[in-house]
Nanobody
Framework: QVQLVESGGGLVQAGGSLRLSCAAS????????MAWFRQAPGKEREFAAG????????YYADSVKGRFTISRDNANDTVYLQMNNLKPEDTAVYYC????????????WGQGTQVTVSS
């Protein structure tokens, strides 16, 4: 089992920045990749950013590329999402997710943290 706990959401004005954190615990050695997803009101959950743990490759949705940065602190099993130049359309609940080695889908999800960007 892997547990994921997000923090760092809040209310910010357009153009501002926030940093989200995701603390992983449990069988973290079995994690192959991690990612941040987001779900805006009335919309489906969408991928925002992710990385493959062993290779270090990072991936971003076009909508956040150049503004968001995903990073990790291996010593503390924590993943971050630095969000700069935020826009009202970034308003959503942000979820951290982990995929285990051999899995096709993300196996574990955090509870989500709300990000609200005012215009």
């Amino acid at each position: 089992q892997v547990q994921l706990v997000e923090s760092g959401g809040g209310l910010v004005q357009a153009g501002g920045s926030l940093r989200l954190s995701c603390a992983a615990s449990g069988r973290t050695f079995s994690i192959y990749s991690m990612a941040w997803f987001r779900q805006a009101p009335g919309k489906e959950r969408e991928f925002a950013a992710g990385f493959v743990r062993s290779a270090g490759n990072t991936y971003y949705a076009d909508s956040v590329k150049g503004r968001f940065t995903i990073s990790r602190d291996n010593a503390n099993d924590t993943v971050y999402l630095q969000m700069n130049n935020l826009k009202p359309e970034d308003t959503a609940v942000y979820y951290c997710a982990a995929k285990l080695t051999g899995s096709a889908l993300y196996d574990y999800w955090g509870q989500g943290t709300q990000v609200t960007v005012s215009s």
